[in-house]
C-alpha cells in the first residue's frame, strides 16, 4: 500500500512563492510517474505537472509553464512543486499522485492515477 502525504499550502498574496512537497511511503513504492493536480471550487480536478520518476522527465501544463518546477527526489521519495508568481487562478487544493503502470498519454489525466495524497490548499489573494 502506497501513501502520499502533502505539506507546504498556504495563504499567499500575488506574485509570491510557495513550495509543496508530497511523501511518499510503502513497501514497495516505485511509481511510473507522479505528478500534482489541483482542485479549484466548483472546477474539475486538473492537471499541473508530471514526472517520469525514473527518467525525470518534466511536463506543465500551459497554465504554470515557466513559473512552476515539478522535481523528485528518489532516495527519499519525494516530490516537490516549486510555484513561483502565484496569481489568484492558482489558488485551490493541490494533490499529488502516483502510478506504478501509467502510460506516457495517460499522464495528464488525474482519472489515471491509483494513489493519491489528502491535498493541500492553497491560497492567493490580495
Known amino acids: 500500500q502506497v501513501q502520499l502525504v502533502e505539506s507546504g499550502g498556504g495563504f499567499v498574496q500575488p506574485g509570491d512563492s510557495l513550495r509543496l512537497s508530497c511523501a511518499a511511503s510503502?513497501?514497495?513504492?516505485?511509481?511510473?510517474?507522479m505528478g500534482w493536480f489541483r482542485q479549484a471550487p466548483g472546477k474539475e480536478r486538473e492537471y499541473v505537472a508530471v514526472?517520469?520518476?525514473?527518467?525525470?522527465?518534466?511536463y506543465y501544463a500551459d497554465s504554470v509553464k515557466g513559473r512552476f518546477t515539478i522535481s523528485r527526489d528518489k532516495s527519499k521519495n519525494t516530490l516537490t512543486l516549486q510555484m513561483n508568481t502565484l496569481t489568484p487562478e492558482d489558488t485551490g487544493v493541490y494533490y499529488c499522485?502516483?502510478?506504478?503502470?501509467?502510460?506516457?498519454?495517460?499522464?495528464?489525466?488525474?482519472?489515471?492515477?491509483?494513489?493519491w495524497g489528502q491535498g493541500t490548499q492553497v491560497t492567493v489573494s490580495s
Open positions: 514526472i517520469r520518476w525514473s527518467a525525470g522527465n518534466t
Open positions: 510503502g513497501r514497495t513504492f516505485s511509481p511510473r510517474a
Open positions: 499522485a502516483a502510478d506504478p503502470t501509467i502510460i506516457l498519454s495517460s499522464m495528464f489525466e488525474p482519472r489515471h492515477y491509483r494513489y
